[in-house]
């Protein structure tokens, strides 16, 4: 292995404690906070909203056909829409995306058809993998988005080993991996951390948090007050952030991409959903 540099001291009072705080943008009555708005776009904005809206639908749909027996599976994201949607316009299109259950619909954001992306979840002759995957395991090639494992937790060392890749390459792609609160107690999560804490490359590394990994609550599987402060315990910068919020996640998730882009080494982000 390449002699590994020390990497950067995290300071103990970073812009939201990662113990007790919670990075937002939007109050409670829906407008923006002026000291937290990181004034978007327009265009992000309408594109946020009009992607939450798409899968807020779709997920009704398919949901329907599954309880009819038409669609094998299905991994809804509502209620949680807002941390793919987020995430997806908060990278560029080279970058790469190692997802968990509920961040397929990123691939639209990107540029995936929605007829492929619905192919994918039927099986169907339009399906990209031509059915050999279970369903909803979407993936896509031209978007750069890797297939999730139902094997909870593996995927996020694969997202920091193609971190690494990227940074040995220096090609200026950042990488994203998604795991769940309940894939925090699986090894593949503490290896993934160590991983990067130690050889730095540059990648988001974002916890789903919505309380729930399938049937367990968190104070049955931890006794950490956050998920963001186990990051914190690796050397990793680390931060809370309101995963409903999803001008908070675009401009946190931005935020982690730049400094990874500028060799400035991993974030890990609990998205409290």
């Given amino acids: 292995m390449p002699r590994v540099a020390r990497p950067p001291e995290v300071p103990s009072g970073s812009d939201t404690p990662a113990d007790l705080g919670l990075y937002r943008v939007l109050r409670d009555d829906g407008t923006a906070a002026p000291t937290t708005d990181p004034a978007l776009d327009d265009d992000v904005a309408w594109r946020a909203y009009r992607y939450m809206k798409l899968m807020r639908l779709l997920d009704a749909r398919m949901i329907l056909l599954q309880r009819q027996g038409r669609v094998g599976f299905y991994g809804a994201c509502t209620g949680q829409e807002a941390v793919p949607i987020g995430c997806a316009l908060a990278i560029e299109p080279?970058?790469?995306?190692?997802?968990?259950?509920?961040?397929?619909s990123m691939m639209l954001v990107r540029g995936l058809p929605l007829a492929t992306y619905v192919?994918?979840?039927?099986?169907?002759?339009?399906?990209?993998?031509?059915?050999?995957?279970?369903?909803?395991?979407?993936?896509?090639?031209?978007?750069n988005q890797?297939?999730?494992?139902?094997?909870?937790?593996?995927?996020?060392?694969?997202?920091?080993?193609?971190?690494?890749?990227?940074?040995?390459?220096?090609?200026?792609?950042?990488?994203?991996?998604?795991?769940?609160?309940?894939?925090?107690?699986?090894?593949?999560?503490?290896?993934?951390?160590?991983?990067?804490?130690?050889?730095?490359?540059?990648?988001?590394?974002?916890?789903?948090?919505?309380?729930?990994?399938?049937?367990?609550?968190?104070?049955?599987?931890?006794?950490?007050?956050?998920?963001?402060?186990?990051?914190?315990?690796?050397?990793?910068?680390?931060?809370?952030?309101?995963?409903?919020?999803?001008?908070?996640?675009?401009?946190?998730?931005?935020?982690?991409?730049?400094?990874?882009?500028?060799?400035?080494?991993?974030?890990?982000?609990e998205a409290v959903t």
Wanted: charge should be positive; hydrophobic fraction near 40%; glycine fraction near 10%.
């Fill in 94 to 104: 080279n970058d790469w995306v190692f997802q968990a259950l509920r961040e397929s």
């Fill in 119 to 143: 192919a994918q979840i039927f099986g169907n002759s339009g399906d990209l993998l031509k059915g050999r995957m279970q369903p909803s395991h979407m993936s896509a090639r031209q978007v």
């Fill in 146 to 269: 890797v297939s999730w494992s139902s094997c909870i937790g593996n995927h996020l060392p694969q997202a920091v080993g193609a971190a690494m890749a990227a940074k040995a390459k220096g090609d200026g792609q950042v990488v994203l991996g998604f795991i769940g609160d309940g894939g925090t107690s699986e090894p593949d999560f503490h290896q993934a951390l160590t991983f990067a804490a130690t050889y730095q490359p540059p990648c988001v590394l974002i916890c789903q948090n919505n309380h729930f990994a399938i049937s367990v609550r968190p104070w049955s599987q931890t006794a950490s007050p956050t998920y963001a402060v186990k990051g914190r315990a690796y050397g990793i910068r680390s931060e809370r952030v309101d995963g409903n919020d999803v001008l908070a996640m675009t401009h946190a998730v931005r935020r982690a991409a730049d400094r990874a882009r500028r060799g400035e080494g991993p974030t890990f982000i």
